[in-house]
């Protein structure tokens, strides 16, 4: 696959979507880090970079390294999609750049401030019923509770069928993987979700002054067009609620692995927002994301042809002991900035703010109320080609 | 290389010589200036490398897009004529003895 490399691009026996890299990523992310700037994976036939210059450098370059063939293993220019292509997250310049401005301005700092309040409420609620309960599982009653109790209404959506929401999500970073059992099983599985997602994006479905609304509203302004505005509204349902619930079960995981940093964060719950974005840095939620090369293309020395699939391991990225210091260290109070699990450059996660903003109200709120959070029972992983994070996570808190 | 002064919240003047082409957010993250966050690492999508420019020298700085105009009305602290996001300002050596003031809260 790689026309005359002018230096042997160094290969790794590694699958990167199998259960034992899922269950210790770390030991194999180092590897591919050591073994070059970019490397081969011929399991599934693509190149991966893990170092963190490299990561950012692909990422910042959507003109060589594009999103439009897909940012899962499976190009679109020789691949039918499983489903019609987001017009955002599957997109380059310059389509991308006016769909993004639409969802850049539905989920700006400013709608933030209006939601804020809100959200902050409802988590401080849902921490009580935890306290309440002493004994819980964090994944189920935290880590998804919380977002489903908080996004789906700001989003707009119907109560009846949120049930297929996070099945949905699940299924949509499980296809960006290779055509494994994983991805597989969940195709299978999808028509009732897909059903539902494209049920729910259409106008008449979403409440008046939710996300899902807005976006139809910008339909009236001329931004986009009637056919758009529902597959737009789909990037939400498709990344706005399972990556934040990976995301707040990294937080709830480290601050029941790290109780140094929990009596931190306790002593100074404005410390909160750095807290989960640091969580964000140490789990990497979103474990990876494909680009497709333009054109030939030199990476470290190394010539990639035209065509082929780029893994941009963020995971790895964000524990590069080239750019972090301690980087296997969870520490609420590091200079976070720069990290990759929200991505970089023009695809950088739209619903960033969304997500930094539910993290933080959430881990303020466990800060003020609750004195102890300990592990009390088997930790399970869920396991998904593209989303690094837990299926249970049995916890025992006592009220502060 | 250009001196950039950033000025704390408590009005304690901080002079950094700066690289050119780095934008002034990055100059503070490298030297701790812990009054900025970027917590969007540059990309323009949070508000939280939010400035106000000495006004001396608002004129001679590049104008500000749409997308920072607008992002500027989610800043956390007050929006004032001289507001300004610090990764969209990139050092020049024209740029020498420019004055930041830094804001007391970003989120």
Not at chain 1, 207 to 214: D, E
Request: charge should be negative; glycine fraction near 8%.
């Amino acid at each position: 696959m790689v026309t005359a490399p002018s230096t042997a691009i160094p290969g790794v026996d590694i699958d990167p979507f199998s259960i034992a890299f899922f269950d210790d990523p770390f030991p194999h992310h180092e590897r591919l880090r050591e073994a070059g700037p970019v490397v081969r994976l011929d399991t599934w036939n693509l190149h991966g970079v893990a170092r963190y210059a490299e990561v950012h450098a692909v990422l910042n370059d959507p003109q060589t390294f594009c999103s439009s063939r897909g940012v899962g293993l499976s190009d679109f220019a020789k691949e039918k999609p499983w489903r019609p292509p987001s017009l955002i997250l599957e997109a380059d310049p310059p389509a991308h750049t006016r769909t993004r401005a639409v969802l850049s301005r539905v989920l700006s700092p400013a709608v933030m401030k209006q939601v804020r309040d809100g959200f902050a409420a409802a988590a401080e609620a849902k921490v009580d019923e935890i306290v309440a309960m002493g004994s819980f599982d964090g994944v189920a009653d935290l880590a998804e509770a919380y977002p489903l109790s908080v996004f789906p209404d700001a989003l707009g959506l119907k109560k009846e069928g949120r049930e297929h929401l996070i099945p949905y999500a699940g299924l949509v970073f499980n296809a960006f993987g290779p055509p494994n059992e994983l991805r597989q099983q969940a195709i299978d599985r999808s028509a009732p979700h897909q059903a539902y997602v494209q049920e729910q994006c259409q106008r008449e479905n979403l409440a008046p002054g939710g996300f899902g609304a807005c976006i139809h509203a910008r339909v009236d302004a001329g931004e986009i067009t009637a056919t758009e505005a529902p597959l737009l509204v789909r990037s939400l349902l498709s990344a706005g609620l399972d990556t934040t619930v990976y995301g707040i079960g990294a937080a709830l995981y480290c601050m029941a692995r790290f109780p140094g940093e929990w009596q931190r964060l306790r002593a100074d719950p404005s410390l909160a927002r750095n807290a989960f974005e640091e969580a964000v840095r140490f789990e990497s939620p979103v474990q990876t994301f494909f680009r497709t090369t333009t054109r030939e293309v030199e990476i470290g020395g190394h010539t990639i042809g035209e065509g082929e699939k780029i893994l941009m391991f963020l995971g790895a990225a964000n524990r590069d002991p080239r750019r972090w210091h301690e980087p296997d260290r969870y520490d609420i109070t590091r200079q976070t900035s720069g990290h990759v699990g929200f991505g970089s450059g023009i695809h950088m996660c739209v619903g960033q703010l969304v997500a930094r903003l539910e993290g933080e109200v959430m881990l303020a709120a466990l800060a003020r109320r609750v004195a102890s959070i300990e592990i009390s029972g088997p930790v399970k992983r869920r396991y998904n080609n593209t989303l690094r994070g837990l299926d249970s996570l049995p916890l025992t808190v006592t009220a502060a | 290389m250009p001196t950039i002064t950033f000025v704390h919240p408590d009005h304690r003047s901080e002079p950094i010589d700066a690289a050119v082409g780095d934008s002034i957010m990055q100059v503070a993250i490298a030297h701790g200036v812990t009054e900025i966050v970027a917590e969007c690492g540059g990309n323009a999508m949070c508000a939280t490398c939010h400035v106000y420019v000495d006004g001396d020298w608002l004129g001679r700085l590049p104008a500000m897009t749409a997308d920072e105009d607008a992002l500027l009305d989610g800043a956390a602290a007050e929006r004032r004529p001289t507001s300004r996001l610090s990764c969209q300002i990139k050092i020049t050596p024209e740029l020498d003895g420019l004055v930041v003031m830094l804001p007391d809260r970003q989120v």
